[in-house]
T-cell receptor, first 113, second 114 residues
Framework: DAGVTQSPTHLIKTRGQQVTLRCSPISGHKSVSWYQQVLGQGPQFIFQYYEKEERGRGNFPDRFSARQFPNYSSELNVNALLLGDSALYLC????????????FGEGSRLTVL | AQSVTQLDSQVPVFEEAPVELRCNYSSSVSVYLFWYVQYPNQGLQLLLKYLSGSTLVKGINGFEAEFNKSQTSFHLRKPSVHISDTAEYFCAVSDRGSNYKLTFGKGTLLTVNP
């Protein structure tokens, strides 16, 4: 069975641009979460979606937005990119919101120049 | 609010030696605890989890961890490490109050030397 898939795997943007990252959860999983991992740090929570509704939002500016589609896939959008947005963006899925056990994708590595 | 402290940022050990990676957490409610491993240029893989029941939990690749509620700790151990265990290890906590979102520590880089 396919795991969590993310695209693109790598991308380079310049300051001020916008980026969209995509995530397909494990088949049957209804929840998708997004995390930002800056080099040398642990992942930081950005968003959590369950059954297409936002269930949680981390301490990130409004430049960050996300949505979950009827097929449970998800997109993360970041507007007006800053140098500090350079990071590995991880998508994770789970069947339900019951314990916090998450299954992670390989991530999308964003470099902002 | 939850928080996780991984006391060692780097742990170098020799192959076949035992290792312990330390993790302490703070939370005002009952928690679930996890250890994830991240190999270079990869995502996170679940090593083991504590949800309830026995405080000693066993995971993949010979790792185990013990939940100690009184000391709010969840240390990860392996009796004999291999070169292939070289990776970054993250401790994480979740609880119902946070809608089960994971809060991660800063990670411990385990380097196994021959």
């Amino acid at each position: 069975d396919a795991g969590v898939t993310q695209s693109p795997t790598h991308l380079i943007k310049t300051r001020g641009q916008q980026v969209t990252l995509r995530c397909s959860p494990i088949s049957g999983h209804k929840s998708v979460s997004w995390y930002q991992q800056v080099l040398g740090q642990g992942p930081q929570f950005i968003f959590q979606y369950y059954e297409k509704e936002e269930r949680g939002r981390g301490n990130f500016p409004d430049r960050f937005s996300a949505r979950q589609f009827p097929n449970y896939s998800s997109e993360l959008n970041v507007n007006a990119l800053l140098l500090g947005d350079s990071a590995l963006y991880l998508c994770a899925s789970s069947f339900e919101l019951s314990t916090g056990e998450l299954f992670f994708g390989e991530g999308s590595r964003l470099t902002v120049l | 609010a939850q928080s996780v402290t991984q006391l060692d940022s780097q742990v170098p050990v020799f192959e076949e030696a035992p290792v312990e990676l330390r993790c302490n957490y703070s939370s005002s409610v009952s928690v679930y605890l996890f250890w994830y491993v991240q190999y270079p240029n990869q995502g996170l893989q679940l090593l083991l989890k504590y949800l309830s029941g026995s405080t000693l939990v066993k995971g993949i690749n010979g790792f185990e961890a013990e939940f100690n509620k009184s000391q709010t700790s969840f240390h990860l151990r392996k009796p004999s490490v291999h070169i292939s265990d070289t990776a970054e290890y993250f401790c994480a906590v979740s609880d119902r109050g946070s809608n089960y979102k994971l809060t991660f520590g800063k990670g411990t880089l385990l380097t196994v030397n021959p």
